[in-house]
């Protein structure tokens, strides 16, 4: 009997074509089917090994860890925890080794062989993918949300980047996100495993130098760059958990002055004064309702804020904000001079912007909210001063990630320009993330891109 096309009319009578009827059905189905594989295999190892395989799973997956380490993964909350379990427990099918009477056996063919768990085909099928799969590292590059994303290979970027059908998680990631992942083929079309190694692009830089380090000269698609991978990807992401990201110091770019924010707080007596004396000012912008901007020009001819006025939550209040201690000792006495008796001094806040921008745990890096009080556009200037300063002379700076080149070498070949590429989108996808969850604009890096001779 021919085998029924998606669009051939479906046999159970009901008009439609087999891929709008029966087939989302047998679809459904199947799916449901798959999604016990792992739950059913996970099952049985802990049923019929228990301690043997509980330590296999600890060594293997967390065996890159520490006493201490460890322990700081099992005091995760709830979400983060659960999330590394589900990841743990998926490898220990693939790549898990576990040791029987002195011998050692791989986990896949101990739920494959006889006497393995009692597995529908579908099933049987599902858990032959993943142990023939590798775990790599893949860069979004498009998202139909709801639908599918595409992803491209990172360290083979030459590859045709693959389509996966996803609903639920295209929902939840942009283009540039970085993700390590199992891609398996169903049918006719990709799906991912289901284990996620979410990396983010401004901490991936360890993971890249092990991997390009280790599989250099090793062909890509064998069986010991799918070993190298599934030991190096698991691990740099769990330290991801148990390593706290640094901040480094922010300065200002002008006075190489620590960045703080410094706010100081007035009632306004009398609003008619106020506007009167800060609009006859020449180096003062803005208005009552957007607020006021004491301006410079800098010896690099780009216009600068030496502070920012705004309305505080209070409507007889308005408050003052600085970048540096300098700036705001400066600016006070200014101010109070130039607005007199239309206000009076409440108070001042000061605090680090070192601490208050610290990174969360990479999970929960796109919840970074703006610290309380400050204006979006004064954390934009704050955020753009720490760029012009850390990229200063960027282009000629030899970097480690680029084999210690600069990136003007390096995108003389065609390798080095794909690396560089991948640089700047890491800084443009950070920042992008960062704004958004702050509620204010993104500083751009076209410069950079300008600085090279390339096109964003």
């Known amino acids: 009997m021919k085998k029924l096309g998606r669009n051939d009319p479906c046999l159970c009578g009901s008009g439609k074509k087999y891929k709008q009827c029966c087939l989302k059905a047998e679809e459904v189905q199947t799916v449901s089917d798959r999604s016990e594989a792992v739950p059913k295999a996970i099952k049985w190892l802990f049923t019929k090994y ?13 065996g890159g860890l520490d006493d ?86 990172v360290l083979l970027p030459e590859r045709t980047p693959i389509v996966i059908r996803e609903k639920s998680g295209s929902r939840q990631v942009t283009p540039y996100d970085l993700m390590a992942a199992r891609i398996l083929p169903v049918k006719n079309h990709f799906e991912l495993s289901g284990a996620i190694y979410a990396f983010p692009r401004n901490r991936s830089w360890d993971l890249l130098d092990d991997l390009r380090d280790v599989l250099e000269g090793i062909e890509p698609d064998s069986s010991l760059a799918k070993e190298i991978t599934s030991i190096i990807i698991p691990n740099q992401w769990l330290r991801l ?66 502070l920012s006025i705004d309305l505080d939550k209070r409507p007889d209040r308005v408050k003052v904000s600085y970048l540096t201690q300098q700036y705001a000792d400066e ?70 990630i680029l084999g210690d080149k600069t990136p003007r070498e390096a995108v003389e070949t065609s390798e080095g320009l794909e690396q560089v590429k991948f640089l700047l989108h890491t800084y443009e996808h950070g920042e992008a993330q960062q704004a958004k969850a702050q509620h204010r604009t993104p500083v751009s890096y076209e410069f950079l891109w300008q600085a090279v001779g390339i096109t964003p």
């Open 50 to 62: 228990d301690q043997i395989a509980s330590e296999a799973l600890h060594e293997g997956f967390f």
């Open 68 to 153: 201490d380490e460890y322990a700081m993964i099992e005091d995760l909350h709830g979400d983060s925890y659960e999330g590394i379990m589900i990841n743990a427990m998926e490898w220990f099918l693939a790549d898990g080794v576990m040791t029987l009477k002195g011998q050692d056996h791989r986990v896949a063919d101990l739920l494959l062989d006889r006497g393995g768990p009692l597995f529908s085909a579908e099933q049987r099928q599902w858990i032959e993918l993943l142990t023939a799969k590798p775990l790599r590292l893949y860069e979004i590059t498009e998202v139909i949300p709801g639908e599918s994303m595409t992803l491209r290979d």
């Open 241 to 306: 958990f148990v390593n706290a990201f640094e901040m480094p110091q922010l300065v200002d770019h002008l006075t190489g002055e620590p960045l703080l924010f410094v706010t100081d707080h007035y009632r306004v007596q009398n609003w008619s004064a106020l506007d009167h004396a800060l609009s006859g000012e020449a180096d003062i912008e803005g208005s009552r309702e957007e607020g006021w901007s004491r301006l410079f020009e800098s010896e690099d001819g780009l216009i600068r804020r030496y």
């Open 331 to 400: 600016g006070r006495p200014w101010f109070e001079t130039v607005v007199g008796t239309a206000v009076a001094f409440v108070s001042r806040e000061i605090s680090d912007p070192k601490g208050r921008l610290a990174n969360l745990q990479p999970n929960e890096s796109k919840e970074t909210s703006a610290p309380v009080g400050l204006p979006p556009e004064m954390l934009t200037e704050i955020i753009k001063e720490r760029i012009w300063q850390l990229y200063a002379n960027w282009a000629d700076k030899p970097l480690p």
